[in-house]
């Protein structure tokens, strides 16, 4: 049986044992889905694109549930460690997210490898990322933005209390939904403590984040903990007051500020806050 999605973004072709073609405006992504996947998953449409991967929008067969499946670019996990590595820190991810069912953290369901590529299942959430709703300029007042950092923090805390740091903390991985509280979603680049220091004795440590939200220690391949999520946390919080991050340019030039300059205080910038804030 064929599976037919067609919308004014993409088309999407779903058959077991084929390939899966999605033609949108920039290019074109194909998976290889085997006939296991088909039994559990009914794929749809791509919701989201972008660096590490791919996002579409599926429903699961038994519980005509919905979900969100990203596929990452093979390239990423390109030998068998790296891809073993990958699934470990699934199952930690799906334990601490679903035990805890923590009210600001995307729920991880399931994980695998189809045609070389590995892809992560969360939950679907219907809504805006942070960064779609900062780019329609909307205003917001600081009650606000500190209801939303602090929401941020419940939700960092319960990945550093079992030694998990996102990594790719930013306006983007940051979902509004339209029911309930803010949640940090796209958890797929989130690496334990334990396992980041291993990769990095074995020399297979890969450089992960924006540019715009990585800490100094991301930027020069340092040791990375907690605190390169709460620099990035600050950068967020620093543009939800200011309206910019502290940084921009071109990427070698924000690396090298983040190294080397401390950001314009935001009273610099025209932008007047409590004292404490500041």
Same mark, same amino acid.
């Not at 990958?86 to 930690?92: C, N, P, R, T």
């Not at 309930?180 to 690496?191: E, N, Q, R, T, Y």
């Not at 992960?208 to 950068?235: K, N, V, W």
């Given at each position: ?82 891809? #073993?590595?990958?699934?470990? =820190? ?5 334990? !601490? /997210?679903?035990? %805890?069912?923590?009210?600001? *953290? ?105 540019? #715009?939200?990585?800490?100094? =220690? ?5 040791? !990375? /903990?907690?605190? %390169?999520?709460?620099?990035? *946390? ?45």
């Amino acid at each position: 049986n064929w599976t037919y999605t067609l919308s004014l973004s993409s088309l999407v072709f779903a058959r077991p044992e084929m390939l899966l073609f999605s033609w949108g405006p920039e290019r074109v992504a194909m998976v290889q889905v085997s006939f296991e996947f088909e039994t559990k998953y009914v794929l749809h449409n791509e919701i989201g694109r972008g660096g590490m991967g791919t996002v579409f929008k599926a429903v699961h067969r038994e519980t005509s549930k919905r979900r969100a499946i990203k596929f990452f670019r093979g390239s990423l996990f390109d030998d068998i460690k790296m891809r #073993q590595h990958f699934l470990q =820190e699934a199952k930690i991810l799906r334990e !601490i /997210t679903l035990q %805890s069912a923590h009210p600001n *953290l995307v729920k991880v369901f399931d994980c695998g490898t189809e045609d070389n590529s590995q892809y992560i299942v969360f939950e679907y959430l219907e809504g805006k990322t942070l960064r779609e709703y900062l780019d329609e300029d909307k205003e917001m007042t600081l009650g606000e933005v500190i209801d939303l950092v602090e929401q941020i923090c419940y939700g960092l805390s319960a990945l550093h209390q079992r030694r998990v740091v996102h990594m790719d903390l930013k306006p983007s991985n940051i979902m509004l939904p339209k029911t309930g509280g803010l949640k940090i979603i796209d958890l797929g680049v989130s690496l334990s403590l334990e396992q980041r220091k291993r990769q990095a004795q074995g020399g297979d440590g890969i450089i992960l984040g924006t540019p #715009q939200y990585m800490s100094p =220690e991301q930027c020069s391949e340092g040791a !990375i /903990t907690y605190r %390169s999520d709460l620099y990035a *946390l600050g950068a967020i919080f620093y543009e939800l007051l200011v309206g910019a991050p502290p940084f921009w340019g071109a990427v070698i030039d924000v690396v090298d500020q983040h190294l080397n300059k401390m950001p314009t205080l935001p009273s610099k910038r025209g932008v007047f806050l409590p004292e404490a804030i500041e």
